[in-house]
């Protein structure tokens, strides 16, 4: 009995293919994104459709990314350039999502208060 059970977990990890740095960035940024748009002081303060989370990437334990103001004709500002407005942390076994603050320390989104 033992010997089946071996041999069907090791048949299930051959057939699930092992997620991809790229898959796991796409995974991690789509974290954030909601994160970002769940906050409701982001939402008080800048519309969503009015920031860009941009070079997403892979650092040790987290993934990382930075939100910037998205400046056009619908958000206004410069279009040749984009502010960056905090640093996007998540943590890549929990899924925790943490937003920069102003002293460069990982606050929980939950209670991140500084500019955005």
């Known amino acids: 009995m033992l010997r089946h059970i071996a041999a069907l977990a090791i048949a299930l ?15 991690l940024s789509n974290v954030a994104l909601k994160a970002i748009i769940k906050s409701k ?27 910037r103001e998205k400046h056009d004709e619908k958000c206004g500002g410069d279009p040749r350039n984009a ?8 943590n890549r076994r929990t899924k925790r999502v943490y937003f920069e ?16």
């Open 13 to 27: 990890a051959v057939s699930v293919p092992a997620m991809t740095l790229a898959d796991e960035v796409n995974v």
């Open 41 to 67: 002081y982001a939402r008080q303060n800048l519309p969503v459709a009015c920031v860009l989370l941009v070079d997403f990437r892979i650092e040790g334990k987290w993934g990382v990314g930075e939100l």
């Open 83 to 90: 502010p960056r407005l905090t640093t996007v942390s998540v």
């Open 101 to 116: 603050n102003l002293d460069g320390e990982r606050v929980p989104a939950k209670r991140y208060r500084g500019p955005l």
